[in-house]
């Protein structure tokens, strides 16, 4: 399981634990049989020569008793590996690493591998598919050490536990919640009152969810689509048994005058249901075999996705939804004949110029479900394309046209004063560099991977009660041409230069949500400072508020991230706490494509430090994208399932009205004999058809307005369930397909040849 932390009172719904914390739960929960902390970072490591940048993780020696994992190679940490106050001097490396950067060489063990400039003993391999939840694979693990000495703050590190025997998920969460009331016995400075001012809450969830997160949600959907497809094509399907069955009523009627029992006829339709369940499900899987093999080389924001195969599993259920429903389909006939004597049915099967009300009426039942299947899929994948229209829209705050993110790593090596040096030189040259209208630097920037950093603020002259909430805000570092390379707007103030991160006077910037929220809407000429430079010397504790921009979508295009500060790289002691890694971004001017200058600025990074890793380079634009993903994954699924259901229902309307135009062959040709004109004929055809278009409107529009509703709640209310151009345009394309799958059997019955038919007849 893993522990949570919640603080929605400070815009903190989410929050990891501190050393604070785990001492806490280890001193006072009696839940957990044991608990390890993790924490995760990226490293340079040095292979052959040459530097990459690699996921590793740092976690406590009972990570391993609590996970039961046993290395593949060599051992685990020890309590006696963990360096207080100082670094990791022993390492294991992942299975991939191992293979592909070391040639899986059995006597890896021993050999010494370089972090960040740091020489580390590789004392074991981690087994094949090791990941720690929230971080995903990692290529290096590390012992971590916490400091005592750190109290309630800092919430960055994971905390993993194994229930203890006789404890159960709901009994440990409520014993974590019970505990958070003797908070204020052990966190220094915080109070009862502040803890309900903030909403703090805890809560324990299986590590299952913190692998899968709320992707679950729209797995549920796709897993929806796909079963209202299969009722569809088991819908359509059934027609057809049924058409079968009634033109075999003659065969039936001999069979049973001949001795066969209803046994025999029913072993007949269910062994031919059997044979189509099966063909059609091996014929199902290896479509799955050959997409699966697509999907898993593609890059979609799905955890463990390079897992997912046809695993006993999966085939088993497939096979057994396959049969299944072949079961079902074989029972339709014997069901609808169940009451019917065989005679009867001879009887009835001389009438071939009218069909019986109740057959006909069970063909368009089956045929409205279908089209009312379709057309909640219809309307789903509609308001989908429209959700994702309107998040195309929202203002980012940021302009992404053009401009490349370049992210790469100095890494822990280089002091921090070096490390800004590095960036700021990037910069310096690749803003040099033709076709480029701006570049700066960022320790990450919005919709990219990569840190920022929040915490509790003073407002300078403004004095702070002791039981007052603190007032919190995020940060980021950035360099001069930052704002200018993202199209960031300001609204007062003045953009960055030079001068300010290599001077000695510490300035920052805010968002206008801080602005409005912390500074009473007056924000430039104003001091702030966090509460991490409270040993600075006063006059260097505070910033002045230079300027103000206009809010930025950081975290994800959905979510709105309140107050949020840009700090200089450097100025002095005062600055942004980490800039080991970051982003050199690029404004291509006018007619030139940056992403083709990513080999430019690789090639000036090796010449100025070839030991900097660049991670990654992609244009801003692809970074939006890559945010609505999960969206635009979930209408693609939708819309090919949409588009499969309205053929198979258009098919089954197609089917249904040309057996009852076969039918009625006769009847139609004496129409015609007699004076009919061909509109006439086919507008008699068409009316039929009408009245199961109508009726599979009505069912699905229905259906529509309320199973939307759950998808919406599935998707966190990212989905508009009133869209009324989509209620509208859904029914209206149901129906341009429905009509032209009844004309075709109406333009065939309007075109009979009065002799033939009764000639034939």
């Known amino acids: 399981v893993e522990i949570r932390h919640h603080a929605p009172g400070i815009d903190l719904d989410d929050l990891n634990n501190s050393p604070g914390t785990i001492r806490f739960y280890r001193e006072r929960a009696r839940s957990f ?31 391993w008793e609590v996970f039961r994992i046993q290395p593949l190679l060599g051992r685990t940490f020890v309590a006696d590996d963990v360096v207080a106050d100082g670094p990791a001097t022993v390492a294991l490396l992942s299975s991939r690493m191992w293979r592909q950067d070391f040639g899986a060489d059995p006597e890896i063990v021993g050999q010494s591998i370089s972090l960040d400039g740091r020489t580390m003993e590789i004392i074991g391999v981690l087994p094949e598919g090791f990941a720690v939840p929230n971080v995903g694979d990692v290529d290096v693990v590390g012992p971590l050490w916490l400091d005592p000495e750190v109290g309630w703050g800092s919430f960055g590190t994971w905390l993993f536990g194994r229930l203890a025997d006789g404890s159960t998920l709901e009994s440990a969460g409520a014993e974590v919640a019970a505990l958070q009331a003797q908070v204020p016995e052990v966190a220094e400075g ?70 066969a029992g209803r046994r025999r006829v029913a072993g007949g339709f269910l062994s031919e ?107 789903s994948s509609g308001l989908l394309f429209r959700s994702l229209q309107a998040l195309g829209r929202i203002d980012l705050g940021f302009d992404p046209t053009n401009t490349l993110a370049v992210q790469m790593s100095a890494g822990t090596s280089l002091s921090l004063s070096e490390r800004a040096d590095f960036y700021h030189a990037v910069v310096e040259r690749a803003r040099a560099l033709p076709g480029v209208e ?15 950093s929040g915490g509790s603020f003073q407002i300078e002259g403004v004095e702070r009660a002791d039981d007052a909430i603190p007032d919190v805000a995020l940060y980021r570092a950035m360099g001069p041409g930052y704002m200018e390379a993202l199209g960031m707007r300001l609204v007062a103030g ?112 090796a010449s100025i430090n070839p030991n900097v890793p660049i991670t990654e380079s992609r244009s801003m634009e692809q970074a939006v994208e890559a945010s609505l993903a999960d969206r635009a994954i979930t209408m693609t699924l939708v819309s090919i399932a949409t588009g499969l259901a309205l053929f198979l229902g258009a098919i089954g309307l197609f089917g249904v009205i040309s057996y009852v135009v076969g039918q009625r062959t006769r009847e139609i040709g004496v129409r015609i004999a007699l004076g009919a004109e061909s509109r006439e004929v086919s507008g008699m055809v068409v009316r039929q058809g009408l ?71």
């Open 33 to 63: 049989g044991s608990l390890a902390a993790a924490q995760s970072a990226g490293v340079n490591v040095m292979v052959d020569g040459q530097a990459e940048r690699v996921s590793a993780a740092f976690i406590e020696p009972t990570l």
């Open 190 to 259: 915080i109070t009862a009152e502040q803890l309900a001012g903030f909403g703090w809450r805890a809560s324990v969830r299986t590590a299952k969810e913190a692998v899968v997160g709320d992707i679950g949600a729209t797995l549920f959907i796709v897993l929806g689509t796909v079963g209202f497809v299969l009722l569809i094509a088991c819908a359509n399907v059934a027609n057809l048994f049924l058409v079968r069955a009634e033109s075999r009523q003659k065969e039936f009627a001999v069979r049973a005058a001949l001795g």
């Open 438 to 452: 701006s570049a700066g630097f960022g320790s990450s920037g919005p919709l990219l991977s990569g840190s920022f």
């Open 691 to 761: 009245g199961v278009i109508a009726g599979g409107i009505v069912l699905g529009l229905v259906a529509a307005f309320g199973l939307t509703r759950t998808l919406a709640s599935l998707l966190h209310e990212d989905v508009s369930t009133t869209d009324p151009l989509t209620f509208v345009a859904a029914p209206i394309l149901l129906v341009v397909v429905s009509l032209i799958a009844t004309w075709l059997p109406a333009r065939r019955a309007s075109r009979v040849d009065p002799l033939e038919a009764l000639r034939s007849e």
């Open 494 to 605: 003045r953009p960055m230069t030079d001068a300010d991160w290599q001077g000695s006077v510490p300035v920052v910037w805010v968002n206008e949500h801080f602005r409005d929220a912390f500074l009473d809407g007056q924000a430039v000429g104003k001091r702030i400072t966090w509460e991490n430079n409270a040993e600075l010397p006063v006059e260097q504790q505070y910033a002045e508020i230079a300027g103000v921009f206009e809010m930025t979508r950081e975290g994800a295009v959905t979510e709105d991230d309140g107050g949020f500060a840009l700090l200089p790289m450097l100025v002095g002691e005062w600055g942004y706490p980490d800039i080991s890694s970051g982003a050199v971004f690029l404004r291509g001017a006018p007619g030139t494509d940056v992403t083709s200058l990513a080999p430019a600025v690789r090639e000036i990074v």
């Open 273 to 379: 249901a059997l044979v189509l369940g099966a063909m059609g499900g091996l014929l199902g899987m290896v479509i799955a075999w050959t997409g699966t093999g697509w999907l898993t080389s593609i890059d979609l924001p799905l955890p463990r996705l390079q897992e997912v195969a046809l695993t006993p599993t999966v085939i088993g259920f497939a096979g057994g939804v396959s049969l299944l429903s072949a079961l079902l389909l074989g029972l339709i006939p014997m069901v609808r004949y169940a009451g019917t004597g065989w005679g009867g049915l001879l009887r009835d099967g001389n009438r071939t110029s009218t069909d019986g009300r109740v057959r006909h009426r069970a063909r368009n039942v089956l045929v409205m479900s279908q089209l009312a299947l379709g057309l909640v899929l219809l309307v």
